[in-house]
């Protein structure tokens, strides 16, 4: 990856993606969808740049006085932790951005130019998008070892140790089973009031349509059963659906016999191919 550092040289930092375009070969990291409820909600924010004992932290924020908002990445909440609020130094500010989609392109390509997740002069742990606190998707190699590193050596203390090891008989419910017959709520049901209220409140909430088999449900049924999940999607793998959905359960279908992680995908694959 090809970068030409001449664009920030002398410690000067662009305030447009304009002035970034063409010093890099290629972006690595993967922007984030913008959906038209993110557009609706979006907030002029500003990207700016802390300091903290040597270390940096880049981040975004809507906040009017940004010199007031510490920063949120784990790494560097444990460096304030330790070394005070008081000495954070925030070195840059940019101007505000009025658009997710501008924002976000300057936030990665910056994300990149300085390789803000790579380097070890910054504590970022996912580049950051300027949307949702970080890029999506696994943690980088070189984020895995700054958090590898971070605890490293780490040691609790023996009152800590104790605290562990000792059985749960201190919480009230310890041992108490809420299940069938001991249920506060076995052999109850909603009054008329409730089931109307319940009922609101299942027609108010958002539906999805699933683009490949067309059917209607609510946001949370939908990412679960529709979409990339759904069986007529062609990202749609049976093997793995059913060992997320069957895993550690009783086969219910013509055997009943419990059966682990491995021969439940055998025996998954062999009913439906």
Not at 150 to 176: L, T
């Amino acid at each position: 990856m090809s970068i030409k550092k001449s664009a920030l040289r002398g410690g000067e930092t662009p305030k447009d993606s304009n002035s970034l375009k063409g010093t890099i070969s290629m972006n690595i990291y993967s922007p984030t969808v913008i959906t038209e409820k993110m557009e609706q909600q979006f907030i002029p924010s500003r990207l700016y740049i802390k300091e903290l004992v040597g270390q940096k932290y880049f981040g975004v924020t809507a906040r009017q006085d940004i010199t007031v908002y510490s920063g949120s990445g784990t790494i560097w909440q444990k460096r304030i932790k330790k070394y005070g609020k008081e000495n954070i130094n925030t070195i840059w500010i940019s101007d505000w951005f009025d658009c997710p989609y501008q924002l976000q392109e300057f936030a990665l390509l910056f994300s990149e130019l300085h390789m803000i997740v790579e380097s070890d002069d910054w504590d970022n742990l996912k580049a950051e998008n300027g949307l949702t606190g970080g890029s999506n998707g696994p943690c980088h190699h070189s984020t895995k070892i700054k958090i590898g590193n971070g605890n490293r050596g780490k040691k609790y203390s023996a009152e800590v140790n104790a605290k562990k090891s000792s059985p749960g008989d201190k919480n009230g419910m310890y041992g108490i089973h809420r299940f069938g017959e001991s249920s506060p709520h076995h052999n109850k049901l909603h009054s008329s009031s409730t089931k109307e209220i319940l009922s609101i409140k299942a027609k108010n909430r958002a539906r999805l349509i699933c683009p490949y088999c067309s059917k209607e449900a609510d946001a949370a049924n939908a990412h679960k059963h529709h979409f990339d999940n759904c069986t007529k999607s062609p990202l749609f793998d049976p093997i793995t659906h059913a060992q997320k959905k069957m895993i550690g359960r009783v086969c219910r279908l013509d055997t009943r016999k419990e059966l682990d992680c491995g021969n439940w995908a055998l025996y998954i694959k062999s009913l439906v191919l």
